[in-house]
């Protein structure tokens, strides 16, 4: 490949400041006991896969003790491994093997709610009088005996659940199961932070904070305003959820968050550990994004749901996505995604060929912030159509067949395509079955092919790796010519130039003033100013030219 300037990072504390983060699933990306789940000795197992992508750094999804309600996203212990997925020594030795290729390790926390099953649940339960008391968000009912106020929970109906021990409402904004912790007590904040201390004693390289903007309830328990019609957007709930109907004021991103996310960042920095946070928000989700993201003493990144929107982003959307960036966040950091475990695989939610899955693979490589990946994308998986009989996925139960929930995204990690498990499991039933049509879309087959998709998001990640413009640079204001975006990325003497023609006719781009010289040619760049459909344009500038 070209020879580029070396650029690294100010600090060692900077390791995240656009790394390329790879998304795993634990239930579905390798067992190694068969009994149809995956485990962590199957994650370890499969790092190498992971490594020679060439990401930065692994994000392992909750393999905490749990329920498993909603699948590991509902904690009952916060500091041990179900054993459904292995031990803690299992655990240390997937982040030793992690580290000697060169990965870092983020986990999964979730700290805005627990399982009912928490031992700290099952404590303040009991009355209200006990030390624990104070730990979740309790309630009376109303005079008449409904809900403390209106506040909906994302999986359906009312986001208050009735205790018959202590004869109050408790806050669950996802499953009754899910019962939300109380932050404004300092108690639980210091149990939470001590959470983090275990992982990170134990090598842990940051976090992706699961939630983020719904740590705090609003002290008062005001009722939520409800949205006219024309300002509903399904981006967080699906379409058919009356969550949509609410502005959801007073039920998440409260002030207190700040003052939490400074605690926690000060416990990180030592560590030289970083944090993801999931900012889940229709409406305010970027200026979110800005404020917990903004200087030095908050977490490094956060994502919203711009990119992983239920429309195909055309080369205007995402003009209009960077210029609002700009406006209120460039003091912070964004971490953007096209798919994960929570949303349609993107392949099939934007109905893209074969072609746009690999512009948009280059693209994301190209833009300003860091960038995840989710397991099987790199392998063009796309939904999977999963009956009703086989949906774990209490979300998709509720609201069947209007939203099938987030099944089709979770199915097992094909690994081969002479296996029926797609070499995910020996076991006769895996917890979800795999697609036929997933089989012919193999690591092993897409290994042995130089012009597979997996190939080319190698590529792309090294290319992003090679420039460090596409790192660390700042970014230009977006300029849109039909369908062909365009900007510029700049670092330390260093200045890029891409275009990407997002759309299925052939475009020419207005390249700026200057002595470029093409790259990305392995990407199947263009050489040149005219693009072909869903083909890009990457060049470097000559520095001698900007004399």
């Not at 099953?117 to 008391?133: D, G, I, L, V």
Request: contains cysteine; proline residues 7%.
């Amino acid at each position: 490949m070209n020879t580029a300037l070396a650029f690294q990072p100010e600090t060692t504390s900077e390791w995240w400041r656009g790394a390329v983060i790879y998304q795993v699933y634990p239930r579905s990306f390798q067992d190694s006991n068969g009994d149809g789940v995956g485990d962590l000795n199957g994650i370890t197992r499969r790092l190498p896969h992971i490594a020679a992508l060439g990401v930065d750094a692994v994000w392992i999804s909750p393999f905490f003790t749990s329920p498993m309600a909603d699948f590991g996203y509902d904690v009952a212990d916060y500091c041990d491994v179900d054993p459904m997925f292995g031990t803690l020594a299992d655990f240390d030795a997937l982040v030793e093997t992690a580290h000697d290729l060169g990965l870092k390790v983020m986990i999964d926390l979730v700290l805005s709610h627990s399982s009912d099953q928490h031992p700290w649940f099952a404590a303040s339960r009991r009355n209200a009088t006990n030390p624990k008391a104070d730990w979740y968000v309790w309630a009376d009912a109303r005079p008449d005996g409904t809900p403390p106020n209106n506040w909906l929970s994302i999986f359906g109906g009312s986001a208050w659940h009735w205790d018959p021990r202590r004869c109050q409402y408790y806050l669950h904004n996802f499953l009754a199961s899910q019962p939300d912790l109380n932050l404004h007590t300092p108690a639980v904040q210091d149990a939470l932070l001590d959470v983090a201390r275990f992982w990170l004693e134990r090598g842990v390289n940051g976090f992706r904070l699961d939630t983020i903007n719904f740590y705090f309830a609003d002290k008062a328990l005001r009722d939520n305003p409800a949205l006219p019609v024309e300002q509903r957007n399904a981006s967080i709930a699906p379409a058919v959820n009356p969550y949509n109907h609410q502005l959801h004021l007073y039920s998440k991103n409260q002030p207190e968050t700040l003052g939490f996310l400074r605690r926690l960042r000060a416990l990180m920095d030592p560590y030289d550990a970083a944090a993801v946070g999931e900012v889940g928000d229709a409406h305010r989700g970027l200026e979110i994004l800005g404020e917990y993201t903004a200087g030095d003493d908050l977490m490094q990144m956060c994502y919203a749901f711009e990119m992983l929107s239920g429309e195909r982003p055309r080369a205007q959307d995402i003009a209009a996505v960077f210029e609002k960036v700009d406006r209120v966040a460039s003091d912070g950091w964004a971490c953007w995604a096209y798919s994960n475990h929570d949303v349609q695989r993107h392949a099939s939610r934007w109905h893209l060929s074969d072609a746009a899955q690999r512009l948009f693979a280059t693209m994301l490589m190209c833009l300003r912030g860091s960038a995840c990946i989710y397991q099987g994308e790199e392998l063009g998986l796309p939904e999977a159509d999963i009956a009703f009989e086989d949906l774990q996925d209490p979300y998709g139960v509720e609201f069947w067949p209007e939203f099938k929930g987030r099944d089709g995204c979770r199915t097992p990690m094909i690994w081969r395509s002479d296996n029926r498990n797609g070499g995910f499991s020996d076991a006769p039933r895996p917890w979800l079955p795999v697609p036929a049509e997933h089989l012919g879309k193999s690591v092993s087959l897409a290994a042995a092919d130089p012009d597979s998709l997996m190939h080319h998001y190698r590529r792309a990640i090294a290319l992003r790796h090679e420039y460090g413009a596409f790192v660390y640079g700042s970014q230009s204001p977006m300029r849109v010519e039909g369908d062909v975006l365009g900007f510029t990325r700049q670092a330390d003497g260093q200045t890029l130039f891409c275009a990407f023609n997002l759309g299925d006719s052939p475009a020419t781009v207005t390249v700026p003033p200057g002595n470029w010289r093409a790259i990305g040619q392995e990407l199947g760049a263009s050489d040149g100013p005219s693009l072909a459909p869903w083909q890009a344009y990457l060049a470097i500038l000559n520095p001698q030219s900007e004399a």
